[in-house]
């Protein structure tokens, strides 16, 4: 499978949009047209399409997107609800994150074996985030780092594994 392949359904709560039909969001063209937004390198669109091999790197991913729309103007964040969903689903099958929403807070947090990351959905508001996360914690105590600083570097790091030429695209 290519990154290119890569979808994910949103689950939606019930009653809250006009089609019940769940549809199919592909995940490379938003994250492609977020990386084109904030003028990514070569090398961090490598990084990113690498990332997308593990629910782990889809969080790392989420993150770099999420820290550097914050520098862009008029960002579009397309990217982020399929991109964080999609992280959620690959970790049931290689139980690289914990996904736990706090409807309290409005975010979702993810635990990887690298640190904890932290996005708010409350805006959001027609996704079941309770079908998408592992669990449920109002009140959950995050106590990660600002890991928006390193965020790139946490991309970059994707390059080293070697899965770039399973998802490259070749």
């Not at 499978?1 to 939606?12: A, Q």
């Not at 790392?60 to 982020?80: G, H, P, T, W």
Request: charge should be negative; include cysteine.
């Amino acid at each position: 499978m290519s990154v290119e392949d890569l979808t994910v359904v949103v689950p939606r709560k019930e009653g809250v949009t006009a089609s019940e039909e769940p549809s199919t969001i592909a995940i490379w063209p938003l994250v492609e047209a977020a990386l084109k937004r904030i003028e990514a390198d070569e090398t961090t669109a490598e990084a990113a399409r690498a990332a997308l091999a593990s629910s782990d790197g889809c969080v790392v991913l989420a993150n770099y997107l999420n820290s550097e729309a914050k520098r862009i103007f008029s960002m579009d964040y397309q990217f982020k609800v399929p991109l964080i969903v999609l992280a959620a689903e690959m970790a049931r099958e290689d139980d690289g994150a914990d996904s736990i929403y706090d409807p309290e807070e409005g975010a979702l947090y993810f635990e990887t074996d690298e640190g904890q990351y932290s996005f708010h959905v409350f805006k959001e508001w027609t996704v079941d985030w309770e079908t998408v996360a592992d669990e449920v914690q109002s009140g959950y105590e995050w106590n990660g780092i600002e890991n928006q600083t390193w965020a790139l570097d946490l991309l970059l790091d994707y390059l080293d594994y070697g899965t770039q030429t399973t998802f490259g695209g070749d």
